[in-house]
Structure formats: structure tokens, C-alpha cells
DNA sequence: TTTAGCACTCAGCACAGTAGAGTGCTAACA
DNA sequence: TGTTAGCACTCTACTGTGCTGAGTGCTAAA
């Protein structure tokens, strides 16, 4: 691969992620100055379709890059962009309003991910590492209803009400939490199940009832845990793009993002633990209809630790350079973020 | 409007409906029997027409209802339908697995909606009453970090990281718990605000700053509770709708799905306090896009109190019979389930 | 009042012809 | 030997035309 043929290639991937229209020769010839004829150029584009970068989609057309092109394009010709003033503050007022509620940070990350780039964002939020138990806390409703808290050691509440005899008062309960709370410090659930169940049991026996729905709480806390979640965002956006204009393939990208399991697996991968990692066409997978797009995901972090993963999913059409740096910087600023919101300390 | 421009009218309605054709008088004399001829029928249906129930898309074509014609049907016309074995036994087995996650049951709902009914369903739970300050526990989770958990007496549960100075001790907090909960029990926040805050402070001085911050969470769960959160179901279902053969169509119908205040507005008004509401075309908004379709809404309840609301959208020619049966029977259960899930109780 | 008959309208479709973009090949040129 | 101009060829997209079939409204007869 010659240089000439590396600038018809990265002439052909450039037009054809900014117009959506297959390039021809004189094209590239008139745009791209490169100093030599259209029909020079038709002959390195016969290279270039014999060694699998660029096709034709039908015999009188231009040239569009291929799974191939795009992945040579992506890891030797492009060049890296950097935000421009306006897009990092765009980024940087939109994530630094006053928020409390995770849910709301990860909403407008996706917006923006989404209103910068317009394709469709997704933003998952994964399982945190299994916890530990941390507290437990017994409340009387009314007479008959209790609420049971659990509070993990990341950070996590979790809370069931549960019915109770009317016999119970609330000073048993304040006890019954001391307890709970004195024997079940930092224990795992084998610990929790096999060492301590018959000495709890023993001495709380009459609150049964309550211990097992407690002991239960607590099960589902350190096993089911939080699913993963995942949110979507600027799908009536991307729609915009000129690969919709047809009915059935947006249909088919609307039973994609209907898929949240795919959705999910797609952002999960061990592989994408570091930095951004960019999937092209049938890279992604080989025989679902998803590859027709590609995706764009890096991770983000809470204290250092991988907590979730941000996404663009868009045509393979899609412009690569903007969106990596779009999704490096708004990973790396939402990380901070979270470390705000999550882990306490300033507003 | 006599009893043959009914009978007319309804199957204009009917055929429409099944067949999202405009209908022609010739196929009204052959499959619904009036015992007339085409002619006779072509005669009545000018009156239709004249008197705004049936509209004509252009010249040669047949007729298909307005939107007054349809409201005619769903008030004098429709015959009520009951849902087949087979339906309630998918909703009872839909709803009737075992969870404990109420959004888990809000999506499920939506998925069934859209299920049965082939259009899409929204899911909108709203604020719960404003709710009384129950419970506060501060818990230590490392020497710097305190979690604060606020219980109110409708069954939610706020929490909040605080960053606190390493001198204060697990056994402070503790104190500091029970003070606050002996203080603070059943108040609402004037009382909390203006009575009782310098006796706290006075007491509690050298806490200052948690106090700050645990009251601060007390204020935002009393004030601010629940944001309106809105589930949507089943859009790529109602795709296979013959009306979305259409690009824009499907675009303008994303747009809508997209504005989420919108929705949480057509699902929040207070006239749709009981039973089943519907509302077609322009009689849901004149100046949205939304005109070309109808809700059919209806809220459910926690212990019979008005919690949220279940809706179907979908085009104006839509099942109505079918889409009010399952949403009048799907809220009823609705209701039954979050009960159980929410007030505690058996699984 | 109902109905048969008929002329009329219009969307939708198939078809052919055309324009334009782009190609591959060949032969001439530096 | 690489580059270029020229040219014939291919194929899509668009346009206009004519036809078909569905459905109407009107009129006159039953």
C-alpha cells in the first residue's frame, strides 16, 4: 500500500462519511487535489477494490469504503481531533449542573453524547463488584409493616417492607437491628448462612419471621445485586442521518435498540477495559443486523474501578475522529462526576 | 341519525380498523349485510360525510372515519369486549411472577400492553402524595464517609454519601440517630424548619455539619420526592403497523416518543381520575403532531390511592374495544400487584 | 325510497425513454 | 513505465405516458 493509495483511501473514507454518497474518480481528483488525473485515480481505486478496502455497489457508481476500509482508515490514516472550545464546554456545563440523582447524570450523558455526535447514545451502568454486607436497619411503618434496609459496602441501599405481627415494637426492632448488625458485620453470605444462621436463630427466636425475610434482603443484596441498566438516547436523532431515509431500515435499527440484552453485551465486553475501543460492521458480530453499524464505547470509572461503559452506536458511515474524542472526554469528565455525586464531598 | 346511517357508520369504522383501507360502499353491501344495495349505502354515506362522521382521501376512494366518527363509535357504537381466556391469562402470568423490583413491574406491564395490543404503551408513576418524615439512620461506612438514609412514611427510602471528619465514631452517629428520629418523628418540614432546629443545634452543636446535610436530604425527600418517571413499550411493535410503512411517519412518531414531558402530560391531567379515558386525534392536542393519534389511558392504585397512569398510542384507527378491555383489566391487576409488592405481604 | 346503470375521477402501476454519473479499456504521451 | 485523454459502455434515477381498477355521484326507472 502506497502512499497514493493511501490518500485516495482516506479521500474516499472522508467524502463518504461526510456526504453519504459513493466517491468517483473525478471527485477525489477535483476535492482532493492530489495532483493527478481522475484516470490515475480509477486505476489505484481497482487496486484498492481488489485488495478489499473500498466497493462498488453497483458497476456504474463511485466507490465506498468497506468493513476493511474503514478499519485501515481508522487505525493508520485518521488523524486525532481534539474538542473544540465550544464542544468541551458544551460537555462540561451540561455534566456540572447540580444533580443528586445518578439516573439524572447518566440521562444527560447520553444526551449529550448523542446531541454532539448525532447518532444514538448509550450509556450502561454495570453491576459493581459483588459487596459486602454493611448495615441493616429494622423501621416500624405502622404496627404491621416494617421496613427492612440493607446498605452494602459501595455505596448501595436496598429496602423491602415487610409484614409483621403487631406484637413487635419498635424497641424490638431498634434491637433486633443492634444485633443483626453486631453479628453480621463485613461478612460475606457463606459466613452469613452457615456460621451464624443457628446462633442467630437460637437467640432470636421469636422474631423467625423477620430474621428470614431480613436474612433474605440481604441475600439479594449480595447476589442479584443491581442489574445492569442501560440507557438510550438520541435515536429520533440519528434518524436524521441519510441511511434512514428508508422506512425498513430504520425498523430494523428500532428492533436493534428494542434488544437490551444485545445492547448490553455489546458494552460489557472484558475487552474494552481501556480507553476507547471501535467496532466496525460485522466486527461487532457476525449475524445480527447490527452489522450494518458500528459502535464506539469506552469505560468509566468510580475511584478507579470500572463501573460502566458509554457507547455511540451509528451507521459504519459515521465519523470516527469526532466521536472518539466526544466519547474519551466525556468518559474521563463523567468519571469525575460520579466521584462527586456517588462518593459524597462537595456539591 | 337514524338507526341504517348507524349501522353504516359502524361498519365504515369496523372495516377501517381491520383493514386500515378506506372503505367503499361496495364492501360494505357485501360483507355487512344491511340487506341494501351499494347505491342505497353510497347515498347514506354522502350524509355521513355531510355531517362530518366520514371523510374521503380523496375523489375515488372510499371513506374512512374522522374523528368525530370515531368518538361517535366509542360512545354509541362500540360494543364492549370482553378479553378472551387466553388474554387474561398472559396478563395474570405476566404480572403474577415473582418480583420485588417495582420498576421490574412497571416494564413488564409495558411489555404486555404493547403485546396485546400491538401499539405502544406508557407506564407513567407519579409523585406520590407529598410524605411525612418516618425514619433517619446515619451510617458510618470508613472513617470519612457517612451514609444517611431517610425513610418516609409512604414507603421511600432517600440515601446520600456525606463526606464527615474522622473524629466523629460509629457510636456518635448512633446517638445521633436516635436523637434526630425522637425529635424529628411524624414532622413536616415547617415544623422541623422553624420550631425545633436551634433546640437541635443547640444540642447537637458540635455536628453540625452532618446535621446540615441529614436535614438538607429530609428537605429534598419531602420536597422534591419522586421525579414523574415514564416507561415506554413496544415501539418497535406498533412498526408493523401498516401506517409506519412510511419514513416520516415513523420519524414524527419517535419525535413525539421522545418528548418525554409530553407524555408524562397526556398521562398526568386529572380528568382521567376513574376508569378508562380516551382521546382521539386533535382531541388530545391541536398543535402536535400528535393529532394523528389517540390515547387510551387509565390510572391505578396503591391501596386506592391514585398512583401512576397505564396508556396505549397509537393510530386514531386503532382497536379501541380491544385497547380499553386490556387496559381497564390490566390497571385493575396492576393495582393488585403493587400492593402486594409494595406494602409487603406474601410473595 | 331504492336501485341499476353509466360517466367520471383518481391513485397506483408498469413501461419506455432519457440524462447523468461513473467506470474500464486502449492508445498515446513524457 | 507510469500517467493521461478519450471513448464506449453500464447502470441508476427520474420523467412522462397510458392503462387498470376501485370507487364515486348522478340520473332515471322501478
Known sequence: MDERKRKVLLAIVQDFIATAEPVGSRTIAKKYKLGVSPATIRNEMADLEEMGYIEQPHTSAGRIPSVRGYRYYVDYLMKKRELTQEEE?????????????????FRRTGDLLSQLTSYTSMVLTQQGRPSKFKHIQLVS????????????????VHHRMIETPESIIAADL????????????????????????????FELGRYKHILDLSLELIQDSLFLAEEDRIYLGGVFNMLT???????????????????????????????LDQGVTIRIGDEIEDDSEIKHYSVVAAPYTLSGRRIGTVGVLGPTRMDYAKVISVVDFLTKNLSVVLDRVLRGGGR
Open 89 to 105: 464546554e458544551v460537555i462540561r456545563r451540561g455534566l456540572d449542573k447540580k444533580v443528586r440523582d445518578v439516573a439524572k447524570v
Open 141 to 156: 411503618m405502622n404496627p404491621t409493616r416494617t421496613m427492612v434496609i440493607v446498605v452494602m459496602d459501595n455505596g448501595a
Open 174 to 201: 431498634e434491637t433486633l437491628s443492634r444485633v443483626l448488625n453486631a453479628k453480621l458485620q463485613g461478612m460475606n453470605m457463606d459466613t452469613i448462612k452457615f456460621t451464624l444462621l443457628q446462633e442467630l436463630y
Open 241 to 271: 442521518q441519510p441511511e434512514f431515509h428508508n422506512a425498513e431500515r430504520i425498523k430494523t435499527m428500532l428492533g436493534i435498540l428494542e434488544q437490551e440484552e444485545l445492547l448490553c453485551e455489546l458494552l460489557s465486553g472484558e475487552n
